[in-house]
Nanobody
Protein backbone atom coordinates (compact mmCIF):
# COMPACT_ATOMS: atom_id res chain seq x y z
CA UNK A 1 0.00 0.00 0.00
CA UNK A 2 1.20 3.50 -0.82
CA UNK A 3 -0.16 6.48 1.12
CA UNK A 4 -0.15 10.09 -0.02
CA UNK A 5 -0.97 12.71 2.62
CA UNK A 6 -2.05 16.23 1.79
CA UNK A 7 -3.75 19.26 3.28
CA UNK A 8 -1.10 20.63 5.61
CA UNK A 9 -0.25 24.29 5.82
CA UNK A 10 -0.07 27.38 7.97
CA UNK A 11 -3.10 28.27 10.09
CA UNK A 12 -3.78 30.70 12.91
CA UNK A 13 -4.63 29.48 16.42
CA UNK A 14 -8.29 28.59 16.59
CA UNK A 15 -8.44 27.78 12.90
CA UNK A 16 -9.15 24.54 11.07
CA UNK A 17 -7.45 22.28 8.57
CA UNK A 18 -8.45 19.04 6.91
CA UNK A 19 -5.79 16.48 6.13
CA UNK A 20 -6.42 13.76 3.60
CA UNK A 21 -4.62 10.49 3.02
CA UNK A 22 -5.13 8.68 -0.27
CA UNK A 23 -4.20 5.01 -0.52
CA UNK A 24 -3.24 3.10 -3.64
CA UNK A 25 -2.24 -0.45 -4.35
CA UNK A 26 -5.20 -2.14 -2.72
CA UNK A 27 -8.24 -1.34 -0.67
CA UNK A 28 -7.68 -0.21 2.91
CA UNK A 29 -11.29 -0.71 3.95
CA UNK A 30 -10.41 -3.55 6.33
CA UNK A 31 -7.23 -2.01 7.74
CA UNK A 32 -6.69 -0.01 10.88
CA UNK A 33 -5.92 3.51 9.71
CA UNK A 34 -4.38 6.15 11.92
CA UNK A 35 -2.73 9.54 12.09
CA UNK A 36 0.44 10.22 14.06
CA UNK A 37 2.39 13.42 14.38
CA UNK A 38 5.94 14.42 15.17
CA UNK A 39 6.98 17.84 16.39
CA UNK A 40 10.60 19.02 16.12
CA UNK A 41 12.75 17.34 18.75
CA UNK A 42 9.93 15.09 19.94
CA UNK A 43 8.94 11.49 19.42
CA UNK A 44 6.23 10.50 17.00
CA UNK A 45 2.91 10.43 18.87
CA UNK A 46 -0.48 8.91 18.29
CA UNK A 47 -3.28 11.25 17.22
CA UNK A 48 -6.27 9.20 16.07
CA UNK A 49 -7.24 5.80 14.72
CA UNK A 50 -10.27 4.33 12.99
CA UNK A 51 -10.78 0.62 13.24
CA UNK A 52 -11.38 -1.99 10.62
CA UNK A 53 -14.56 -1.52 8.62
CA UNK A 54 -15.00 1.99 10.08
CA UNK A 55 -15.05 0.86 13.68
CA UNK A 56 -15.29 3.30 16.58
CA UNK A 57 -12.46 5.84 16.42
CA UNK A 58 -10.03 6.55 19.24
CA UNK A 59 -8.19 9.81 19.93
CA UNK A 60 -5.30 11.06 21.95
CA UNK A 61 -6.48 13.04 24.97
CA UNK A 62 -4.77 16.14 23.58
CA UNK A 63 -7.02 16.20 20.49
CA UNK A 64 -10.24 14.63 21.79
CA UNK A 65 -13.19 16.86 20.94
CA UNK A 66 -11.22 18.92 18.41
CA UNK A 67 -10.11 16.38 15.79
CA UNK A 68 -12.23 13.90 13.85
CA UNK A 69 -10.91 10.97 11.86
CA UNK A 70 -13.03 9.51 9.09
CA UNK A 71 -12.66 7.09 6.23
CA UNK A 72 -14.29 6.84 2.82
CA UNK A 73 -14.01 3.31 1.55
CA UNK A 74 -15.37 4.25 -1.87
CA UNK A 75 -12.47 6.67 -2.36
CA UNK A 76 -9.91 4.64 -0.38
CA UNK A 77 -9.10 7.64 1.76
CA UNK A 78 -8.76 8.58 5.42
CA UNK A 79 -9.21 12.18 6.55
CA UNK A 80 -8.40 14.11 9.70
CA UNK A 81 -10.54 17.18 10.38
CA UNK A 82 -8.71 19.45 12.82
CA UNK A 83 -10.60 22.26 14.54
CA UNK A 84 -9.67 24.74 17.26
CA UNK A 85 -6.02 24.31 16.41
CA UNK A 86 -3.39 25.28 18.94
CA UNK A 87 0.31 26.13 18.52
CA UNK A 88 1.15 22.83 20.20
CA UNK A 89 -0.53 21.00 17.32
CA UNK A 90 2.34 22.12 15.09
CA UNK A 91 3.99 18.99 13.69
CA UNK A 92 4.48 16.81 10.66
CA UNK A 93 1.39 14.60 10.41
CA UNK A 94 1.67 11.08 9.07
CA UNK A 95 -1.02 8.66 8.01
CA UNK A 96 -0.41 4.99 8.55
CA UNK A 97 -2.16 1.66 8.44
CA UNK A 98 -2.11 -1.99 9.32
CA UNK A 99 -4.03 -5.02 8.03
CA UNK A 100 -3.54 -6.98 11.25
CA UNK A 101 -6.58 -8.17 13.17
CA UNK A 102 -5.46 -6.66 16.49
CA UNK A 103 -2.92 -3.90 17.14
CA UNK A 104 -1.82 -1.66 19.96
CA UNK A 105 -3.07 1.31 18.01
CA UNK A 106 -1.28 3.96 20.09
CA UNK A 107 2.13 2.43 19.30
CA UNK A 108 3.71 3.58 16.05
CA UNK A 109 5.63 0.29 15.82
CA UNK A 110 2.31 -1.54 15.36
CA UNK A 111 1.77 -0.18 11.84
CA UNK A 112 2.93 -1.66 8.58
CA UNK A 113 2.97 1.18 6.05
CA UNK A 114 3.32 4.97 6.24
CA UNK A 115 2.74 8.04 4.14
CA UNK A 116 5.35 10.74 3.62
CA UNK A 117 3.95 13.28 6.09
CA UNK A 118 2.44 16.72 5.73
CA UNK A 119 3.48 19.75 7.77
CA UNK A 120 0.94 21.60 9.91
CA UNK A 121 2.03 24.90 11.43
CA UNK A 122 -0.23 26.72 13.88
CA UNK A 123 1.01 30.23 14.45
CA UNK A 124 -0.19 33.80 14.57
Amino acid sequence: VQLQASGGGLVRPGGSLRLSCAASGRTISTDYMAWFRQAPGKEREFVAVVGRNAGRPNYADSVEGRFTISRDNTKNTVDLQMNSLKPEDTAVYYCTGSPRAYITYWNFNAYDYWGQGTLVTVSS
